[in-house]
């Protein structure tokens, strides 16, 4: 995969003969794979170069019009499943007010046709751009008719009734059903963490735990014990995860952190990508450490059962 930064470095990138598709495509999720797809085959069918744009920071994060933004995937994270998409070209943009400001008709005319050689565009079915989002479907439905590119909308799909779109796998993943979101995603979710010192508790219930620090933006799923697998030191690790407060020592910090079945060894690596496997259970207040540390016992039993 070619990426490409900037405005200023398009045209020496010597890109030309694009199908293009614009977006955040935040989570990379199957509603994105479906416009992905279909991209890709457009550029195979008509011989162009199948080409993403998308932007760094998130435009949420920019304009604010909705207030703070959980993202399902860092950026980091969403260039390395982009990768996995097999697209031939990401063009990163810089979201800022000046680009934001942009009329989406000079968006298409100055730099989709002119500095990227557009001669096909694909857009979800109902996705806008642009300044006041004026770039909708039937602007861009005329533009194509005049501008010499086709222009091709991909339709809505849903997975067991839950649309493929950023905005409600995000609510499922805070409050719904765990199996529904991935199954929207088409993967696991995963925090990728900086690995940090946590308070010790797990150690003292004799179940040490890695803690993570969640990346600012990144969403945090629903509350809970969930089977997990832990990545660092180019090795998986399976184990039990905690993600929430600890309520049984009134504790309102969120914690994210996984005890580790069967390691003992030293973790060199200063991060790790948590893998959330399957929501097992809300969290709960316990009367005692010792009441807690039975229920963690029996969620590892279930745990290694459910993943044995």
Do not use: C, W
Not at 68 to 92: A, H, Q, R
Not at 128 to 145: H, S, T, V, Y
């Amino acid at each position: 995969m070619k990426v490409v930064s900037g405005l200023n470095n398009i045209e020496s990138a010597g890109l030309k003969n694009v199908a293009a598709t614009l977006g955040t495509f935040d989570g990379v999720h199957l509603g994105h794979r479906k416009i992905i797809e279909t991209l890709m085959k457009i550029g195979v069918e008509q011989k162009l170069n199948a080409t993403l744009i998308t932007f760094k920071p998130h435009p949420q994060l920019v304009l604010g019009k909705r207030g703070p933004i959980e993202l399902l995937t860092t950026f980091e994270e969403k260039m390395k499943l982009l990768e996995n998409t097999g697209i031939d070209t990401v063009v990163v943009l810089e979201f800022n007010s000046q680009l934001a400001s942009y009329p989406p008709e000079d968006f298409i005319k100055e730099i989709l046709i002119k500095k990227l050689d557009m001669r096909a565009l694909v857009f979800g079915y109902d996705h806008a751009f642009g300044k006041d989002r004026a770039g909708n479907r039937e602007l861009l439905e005329n533009m194509a008719k005049f501008n010499g590119f086709s222009f091709t909308v991909v339709p809505e799909y849903k997975i067991d009734g839950l649309r493929l779109k950023s905005t409600p796998i995000r609510k499922e993943l805070k409050s719904g059903d765990y199996k529904r979101a991935v199954a929207a995603l088409g993967y696991n979710y995963f925090i990728t963490g900086k690995i940090i010192k946590g308070h010790g508790v797990g150690k003292k219930l004799g179940y040490p735990t890695v803690n993570l620090a969640l990346p600012s933006g990144k969403l945090l799923p629903k509350e809970g014990v969930y089977a997990a697998t832990a990545r660092f030191d180019g090795q998986n690790y399976a184990g039990m995860a905690y993600i929430g407060r600890r309520l049984t020592f009134d504790d309102e910090t969120i914690s994210v952190e996984i005890n580790l079945f069967d390691f003992s060894g030293k973790i060199e690596s200063d991060t790790a990508v948590l893998e959330l496997l399957e929501f097992i259970r809300p969290p709960g207040k316990f009367g005692s450490p010792d009441e807690l540390a039975s229920k963690i016992k029996e969620d590892e039993k279930t745990i290694r059962d459910r993943i044995n």
